[in-house]
């Protein structure tokens, strides 16, 4: 496993996909079989990803649209510089994007000194049964602490995001699929962020949510590097496509800098999570997540 020295482009692929959190086809889904049986949601529809880059400033919002009549199931980010270290740049927001008609595409934002590229991504397909987003908005945390939205019951998350604000150098450091205690399907998306000196930050937390779908698998890996940056490509299973992903750093002052899709055509196999977090902790250490379809 390569190590990766500064922030690139290049994907380093995990080909190992390993600690299975969740099957989203349950219980909870609403339709009965014959035999009484609770029956599962079919695929989603229409699967698709779309990017926008561009060069922006600290703080400075881009937004991609799904196309058409299509949803966001999940999003990312990317952010670039020309060398990063310890604290020089993370994503600060990541999340589903909102007009009149309700949910229609994706939003990120990070920070850095001067200006840096910056994509966003939206995985985009057609409405789920039981669609939803949860969210839990302008919330005080802890510095370092975390913030949980939370799925209704009966319904798992496909994909999610945050937001985190703080007086100047605010650093998401986790935006993950997560699992209440009583169950191992995750239906819940936690948010983590902190800003060194602030004693509290605001976050927002969104889980994307719908009723169980067939064949849905959520997936962890930990990636672990020496150097100031961690991560790599959490692939899928052989013939599935991307729905979501996340990733969430060991440490407290922790930053994701990339958590976002990666389509077969990128990484050479099949469809992934992209991720890559630097901090200041030796061994520096991310647990990735992706779900699949």
């Not at 994509?119 to 510095?143: F, K, L, M």
């Not at 979501?244 to 407290?252: I, Q």
């Not at 002052?253 to 991720?275: F, N, Q």
């Amino acid at each position: 496993m390569r190590v990766l020295t500064r922030l690139k482009s290049v994907l380093c692929a995990f080909t190992v996909v390993a600690g299975t959190l969740a099957v989203a086809a349950g219980p909870s889904a609403p339709v009965a079989r014959a035999d009484g049986a609770p029956a599962p949601e079919p695929a989603i529809y229409g699967l698709e990803v779309v990017k926008k880059t561009a060069t922006v400033q600290n703080g400075q919002q881009l937004t991609v649209m799904c196309p058409g009549s299509l949803v966001p199931i999940g999003g990312g980010g990317e952010a670039k510089v020309d060398f990063a270290w310890y604290d020089s740049v993370s994503l600060t927001e990541s999340v589903p994007f909102w007009d009149s008609w309700g949910p229609s595409g994706w939003t990120a934002s990070a920070r850095s000194d001067g200006a840096f590229t910056l994509t966003v991504y939206a995985v985009c397909g057609a409405e789920p049964r039981g669609y939803e987003v949860a969210s839990q908005y302008d919330e005080a945390i802890d510095n370092g602490g975390s913030l949980t939205a939370t799925c209704l019951e009966g319904k798992a998350v496909l994909g999610g995001g945050g937001r985190i604000r703080g007086a100047e150098r605010p650093s998401m450091g986790k935006s993950y699929p997560a699992t209440a205690a009583a169950t191992a399907t995750p239906g819940q998306w936690t948010v983590s962020g902190y800003e060194f000196g602030q004693a509290q930050l605001r976050a927002d937390a969104y889980a994307v949510c719908a009723f169980p779908l067939t064949g849905v698998t959520t997936n962890r890996y930990t990636a672990t590097s020496s150097d100031y940056v961690t991560g790599g490509v959490l692939m899928c299973p052989s013939g599935k496509r991307v729905i979501g992903g996340g990733a969430a750093g060991a440490h407290t002052e922790d930053s994701l800098v990339a958590s976002r899709p990666a389509l077969a055509a990128e990484t050479g196999k099949t469809d992934g999570w992209w991720v890559q977090a630097i901090g200041n902790a030796s061994p520096r250490t991310v647990d990735m997540y992706v779900t699949c379809g």
